[in-house]
């Protein structure tokens, strides 16, 4: 595998830059108490509530822990059947 | 001027902590300054064997706090250094002998005769954390450039500002610069992005640090010593001086690299 990306002048990034960024990721969790785990329950339980008013496109949803602390997500909604954009 | 309760801790163990409260110990004292290092780590205590003074020990923190001798009896004095002393930490005991409020007692007895005094603290987040902390007018974190260690130092910044303590300085230990340079670990620059907070100290991986720990003398004593130098620079800095932090080649490929990036664009 390494042999093939390495013949296609694919990079493997460096040791150092996978480590910033698997840090980067605990801290995040680690920051706000919440594991990856929660954080899947809390999106499941948010797409069901905002599912009984809206149309939510579940696959694209998105909820983050960004910088400073700030819960995003990202929710895009299914144009209504009888309201399609062009 | 009045006494400074400095505490050096890391939340991992094995990063450093014992050697830096040594060497900032003596480089304190060798700038002229009245240092005590106390070492917290109650049944597990190394900063005697670092220090060299192990065999001189009679009493020891638990002594103190238990009245079972006064102060003076416990505290070490530093033969090489006319104001440097240790107190050790007792090495038979349970580490719940002594509590935050006999550390801060402990500190408020000391301080007419100090300039500082340092705090050798456990590693973890329990209560020999706690005794190490209660006490501290300004706390130094130890990390290396390795995952676990500065994901720890990131849970002991929250724990110390939750201590409402002034925000805590972070000395970066055993940085290897062609390592850096080739991309196989973290820089200074990497590790202080991901904890947002000030840089008080690089220390470079030296093998002088072993061979001195060997002999139990502290390499700050040695002057051609690399990280000899970067603690003897920490200690200035702790004392209010601009000082330089030493040129690493990771450094250097950073700022070019930095130079090379705002020229392109």
Same mark, same amino acid.
């Given at each position: 595998?390494?042999?093939?990306?390495?013949?296609?002048?694919?990079?493997?990034?460096?040791?150092?830059?996978?480590?910033?960024?698997?840090?980067?990721?605990?801290?995040?969790?680690?920051?706000?108490?919440?594991?990856?785990?929660?954080?899947?329950?809390?999106?499941?339980?948010?797409?069901?509530?905002?599912?009984?008013?809206?149309?939510?496109?579940?696959?694209?949803?998105?909820?983050?822990?960004?910088?400073?602390?700030?819960?995003?997500?990202?929710?895009?909604?299914?144009?209504?059947?009888?309201?399609?954009?062009? | 001027?009045?006494?400074?309760?400095?505490?050096?801790?890391?939340?991992?163990?094995? +990063?450093?902590?014992? $050697? /830096?409260?040594?060497?900032?110990? !003596?480089?304190? =004292?060798?700038?002229?300054?009245?240092? %005590?290092?106390?070492?917290?780590?109650?049944?597990?205590?190394?900063?005697?064997?670092?220090?060299?003074?192990?065999?001189?020990?009679?009493?020891?923190?638990?002594?103190?706090?238990?009245?079972?001798?006064?102060?003076?009896?416990?505290?070490?004095?530093?033969?090489?250094?006319?104001?440097?002393?240790?107190?050790?930490?007792?090495?038979?005991?349970?580490?719940?002998?002594?509590?935050?409020?006999?550390?801060?007692?402990?500190?408020?007895?000391?301080?007419?005769?100090?300039?500082?005094?340092?705090?050798?603290?456990?590693?973890?987040?329990?209560?020999?954390?706690?005794?190490?902390?209660?006490?501290?007018?300004? +706390?130094?974190?130890? $990390? /290396?450039?390795?995952?676990?260690? !500065?994901?720890? =130092?990131?849970?002991?910044?929250?724990? %110390?500002?939750?201590?409402?303590?002034?925000?805590?300085?972070?000395?970066?230990?055993?940085?290897?610069?062609?390592?850096?340079?080739?991309?196989?670990?973290?820089?200074?620059?990497?590790?202080?992005?991901?904890?947002?907070?000030?840089?008080?100290?690089?220390?470079?991986?030296?093998?002088?640090?072993?061979?001195?720990?060997?002999?139990?003398?502290?390499?700050?004593?040695?002057?051609?010593?690399?990280?000899?130098?970067?603690?003897?620079?920490?200690?200035?800095?702790?004392?209010?001086?601009?000082?330089?932090?030493?040129?690493?080649?990771?450094?250097?490929?950073?700022?070019?690299?930095?130079?090379?990036?705002?020229?392109?664009?």
């Amino acid at each position: 595998m390494d042999f093939l990306k390495k013949l296609v002048g694919q990079k493997q990034p460096s040791s150092r830059d996978v480590a910033k960024e698997r840090l980067k990721l605990v801290l995040v969790h680690d920051r706000v108490s919440m594991s990856p785990q929660m954080l899947q329950t809390l999106k499941d339980e948010l797409i069901a509530v905002i599912s009984r008013h809206l149309d939510v496109d579940q696959a694209g949803v998105q909820i983050t822990i960004g910088e400073g602390n700030r819960l995003v997500a990202d929710i895009p909604l299914l144009p209504k059947g009888d309201r399609r954009t062009h | 001027m009045s006494v400074q309760v400095v505490t050096i801790t890391s939340g991992k163990g094995g +990063v450093g902590k014992t $050697t /830096t409260a040594a060497n900032l110990g !003596v480089s304190l =004292a060798l700038l002229g300054k009245r240092v %005590v290092c106390i070492d917290t780590d109650i049944g597990l205590r190394n900063l005697d064997v670092v220090m060299g003074l192990e065999n001189r020990i009679v009493y020891d923190l638990v002594d103190v706090v238990e009245g079972n001798c006064r102060l003076r009896q416990a505290m070490i004095k530093d033969k090489r250094l006319s104001e440097l002393y240790l107190l050790p930490a007792a090495q038979t005991r349970d580490k719940t002998a002594v509590g935050p409020d006999d550390m801060v007692a402990l500190c408020a007895q000391m301080k007419d005769d100090f300039d500082y005094i340092l705090i050798d603290s456990p590693a973890g987040i329990e209560q020999g954390f706690r005794n190490a902390l209660a006490p501290a007018d300004r +706390v130094l974190i130890v $990390t /290396t450039p390795e995952v676990s260690a !500065v994901r720890d =130092a990131d849970r002991i910044i929250g724990l %110390v500002e939750a201590a409402e303590k002034p925000s805590p300085k972070l000395i970066i230990n055993r940085i290897r610069p062609e390592m850096v340079d080739r991309g196989d670990m973290l820089s200074t620059v990497d590790i202080i992005e991901i904890l947002a907070i000030d840089l008080i100290g690089i220390v470079p991986d030296d093998e002088d640090i072993i061979v001195s720990t060997n002999r139990g003398v502290p390499v700050a004593f040695e002057n051609n010593s690399s990280a000899g130098t970067a603690f003897r620079n920490i200690a200035r800095r702790i004392e209010g001086e601009e000082v330089p932090f030493m040129a690493l080649k990771d450094q250097a490929g950073f700022f070019k690299r930095l130079v090379k990036l705002v020229r392109q664009g």
